[in-house]
């Protein structure tokens, strides 16, 4: 095939300010109430990462719907050379949407109030937005659309706040004789974060 696809422009959003290891616990809660969790040092000691950021605000209220993550980095794209009315083609990957339907990519359409176009939603635990960026290609290298914008977004805080790990809380008060058990309920909760990244892709005759 004598066409070549490129990446244009690269945006992100990350909502709120950057949270610390120490501060993690006040935004997503105690399980349990007041439990510290003994897993945490240990996740964190090892994955080396030290600022998360949480769609949350420290109440626990959310502040952002992964829609609205989306369609925010969407808008870094955005400048006089290429606008809303410019998009061919949304591919939307995400393991967190807001709901089962419509699909990720059609609510984030629906918030960006763009004109009609194809969107196509990809789910499924951390090959979403490849698949997103994957159709995207095949799409712009057939020549079916001229360009393509795909996403990934993730809200997991929704799904590691300390009210979602109740029945957990009666387990945790046995992390002295069964450390493991604490480990494997607790691992998710300090691994992982809010945000969305989005690419553009463009074709050019020439490879």
């Given at each position: 095939?004598d066409?070549?696809?490129y990446i ?6 990350f909502?709120?300010e ?20 003994k897993?945490k ?18 109440n626990?209220?959310?502040t952002?719907?992964?829609t609205e993550?989306t369609?925010e980095?969407i808008?870094?794209?955005?400048n ?9 083609l949304l ?5 967190t ?5 419509p699909?990720?990519a059609?609510?984030v359409?629906g918030a960006m109030k ?6 196509i939603?990809?789910?499924?635990s ?6 997103a960026?994957?159709y ?9 659309t001229n360009?393509?914008?795909?996403t990934g977004?993730e809200?997991f ?10 029945e957990e809380?009666i387990?945790i008060?046995n992390?002295e004789?069964?450390?493991?058990l ?22 050019s005759?020439?490879i």
């Amino acid at each position: 095939m004598d066409k070549a696809v490129y990446i244009n422009h690269i945006a992100k959003y990350f909502p709120g300010e950057p949270v610390s290891n120490d501060e993690m616990e006040g935004y997503l809660g105690f399980v349990g109430g007041d439990i510290k969790s003994k897993a945490k040092p240990i996740i964190l000691k090892n994955n080396k990462i030290t600022t998360r950021y949480y769609a949350l605000d420290k109440n626990g209220k959310s502040t952002h719907s992964n829609t609205e993550l989306t369609v925010e980095a969407i808008k870094g794209l955005i400048n006089e050379d290429f606008t809303l009315e410019d998009i061919e083609l949304l591919t939307c990957g995400t393991t967190t949407p807001d709901q089962l339907l419509p699909g990720h990519a059609n609510m984030v359409h629906g918030a960006m109030k763009a004109k009609p176009i194809e969107a196509i939603s990809f789910s499924g635990s951390c090959c979403a937005a490849v698949n997103a960026l994957k159709y995207a290609y095949m799409s712009v290298l057939t020549g079916y659309t001229n360009n393509a914008v795909a996403t990934g977004s993730e809200k997991f805080s929704q799904w590691m706040i300390a009210n979602n790990f109740s029945e957990e809380a009666i387990k945790i008060k046995n992390v002295e004789g069964s450390p493991i058990l604490a480990f494997e309920k607790d691992f998710l909760r300090w691994m992982l974060s809010d945000g969305a990244s989005i690419l553009e892709r463009k074709y050019s005759d020439e490879i």
